[in-house]
T-cell receptor, first 111, second 115 residues
Framework: KNEVEQSPQNLTAQEGEFITINCSYS?????LHWLQQHPGGGIVSLFM???GKKKHGRLIATINIQEKHSSLHITASHPRDSAVYIC?????????????FGTGTRLQVFP | EPEVTQTPSHQVTQMGQEVILRCVPI?????FYWYRQILGQKVEFLVS????????KSEIFDDQFSVERPDGSNFTLKIRSTKLEDSAMYFC?????????????FGPGTRLTVL
């Protein structure tokens, strides 16, 4: 069983649509990370959260620690949002915080 | 804005050869990581490094792998005798602190192709 599960695996949307990507995890975590992977392969950190909700521009991330679930929302989606969105959980201690990754959600936004 | 850099961007090698992948973490960062992503699969943790020693390693990180911080800026991953299944994108990451409140910054990756 995967420790981090994401859904959906693939998502297509029309420009302007509201998008939700879900993540569930089964291990104890230090924090949950949302990352974006571009077609060229580069990985960019979007959010790190351990409780509640964070917002950055059109992106919103929420986490429910009791339910071990997080969501990433994109409001007013745009073709430039097309990428793979990855949920990862931090599992660590004082000298390490390795990330366990989900399989990613491939998002395509069409004009 | 400071960023993590990796060289080379693409390395092609013959099976059985040694390769060294290089990373320059962000200068004030203290915690360093290597991850890999086999084509079409999820990113996997390889090893974490702090205070000049390995703090955690995965099952993938066997005796063929080693890491080193040879000077104050570079962080290297060596694969002693490459196998076909080592072909993957290798990402270096760094963070200021290793605990739960810290973001990891990723390099652009090195694509390793083993023939």
């Amino acid at each position: 069983k995967n420790e981090v599960e994401q859904s959906p695996q693939n998502l297509t949307a029309q420009e302007g649509e509201f998008i939700t990507i879900n993540c569930s995890y089964s291990v104890g975590i230090s924090a949950l990370h949302w990352l974006q992977q571009h077609p060229g392969g580069g990985i960019v950190s979007l959010f790190m959260l351990s409780s509640g909700k964070k917002k950055h521009g059109r992106l919103i991330a929420t986490i429910n620690i009791q339910e071990k679930h997080s969501s990433l929302h994109i409001t007013a989606s745009h073709p430039r949002d097309s990428a793979v969105y990855i949920c990862a959980v931090g599992v660590g201690s004082y000298n390490t915080d390795k990330l366990i990754f989900g399989t990613g959600t491939r998002l395509q936004v069409f004009p | 804005e400071p960023e993590v850099t990796q060289t080379p961007s693409h390395q092609v090698t013959q099976m059985g050869q040694e390769v060294i992948l290089r990373c320059v973490p962000i200068s004030n960062h203290l915690y360093f990581y290597w991850y890999r992503q086999i084509l079409g699969q999820k990113v996997e943790f390889l090893v974490s490094f702090y205070n000049n020693e390995i703090s955690e390693k995965s099952e993938i990180f066997d005796d063929q792998f080693s890491v080193e911080r040879p000077d104050g800026s570079n962080f290297t991953l060596k694969i002693r005798s490459t196998k076909l299944e080592d072909s993957a994108m290798y990402f270096c990451a760094s963070s200021v602190a290793g605990g739960p409140a810290d973001t990891q910054y990723f390099g652009p990756g090195t694509r390793l192709t083993v023939l």
